[in-house]
């Protein structure tokens, strides 16, 4: 079997380097990471795509990580971790209000990747999503794992959009003829 069973993460981190190494360590866990560094982004990702997990500082300029929390406590099969930069008696009760996980940094990515673990075995099986996670290199020389669902796919193979993502760099490009060919070949693998 090729696709792997992990969790939908949505990774909310404003550090740029804090969230390229927990992207790439959920990534190495089997996970499908969404990063951003935005909360409007965040927002309208866990709106059009609820995530498995939703993991987000609560610091995030502006805005308050914890209105993330409190929105995914909405959404019955999204369960979600913030993350502070100090231990605040006040945040840490208003995050186990939402159901939130409480963690204060610099987060040990153990007990970060454990916390998921737990949560899998809690959601429902439509949480757990078929996807594939393609080993590629990214124009800046980054090893990562873009992942797609089978429909994604699809639709992105008919309409020439197919775009693979570092999760390192934020950068986006099309994969080579080479990586096409293997999409193509697990595609049909799967249509079948
Ligand atoms: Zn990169």
Redesign the pocket.
């Known amino acids: 079997m090729s696709a792997q069973s992990g969790c939908d993460v949505l990774l909310v981190v404003v550090d740029r380097e804090e969230r390229s190494s927990l992207a790439v360590a959920l990534q190495d866990e089997g996970h499908r990471v969404t990063a951003t560094a935005g909360f409007a982004e965040a927002r309208q990702q866990l709106e059009k795509h609820p995530p498995g997990v939703v993991i987000s500082d609560i610091r995030l300029g502006d805005f308050n990580g914890l209105h993330l929390a409190f929105l995914a406590s909405d959404l019955p099969t999204t369960a979600s971790i913030v993350l502070d930069d100090h231990r605040d008696p006040m945040l840490e009760s208003q995050a186990r209000e939402f159901q939130a996980v409480y963690l204060v940094k610099p987060i040990d990515t153990i007990e970060l990747i454990t916390h998921i673990s737990r949560f899998l075995r809690c959601l429902t099986p439509h949480t757990m999503t078929d996807w594939k996670a393609f080993p590629a290199t ?5 090893e ?1 794992r873009p992942a797609f669902t089978v429909d994604e796919l699809k639709a992105g193979q008919v309409e020439g959009t197919l775009q693979f993502h ?6 986006d490009w099309k994969p080579t003829a080479e990586e096409n060919a293997h999409l193509r070949r697990w595609l049909e693998e799967h249509s079948t």
């Open positions: 990214c124009p800046n020389g980054h990562v570092c999760v390192q760099c934020d950068t």
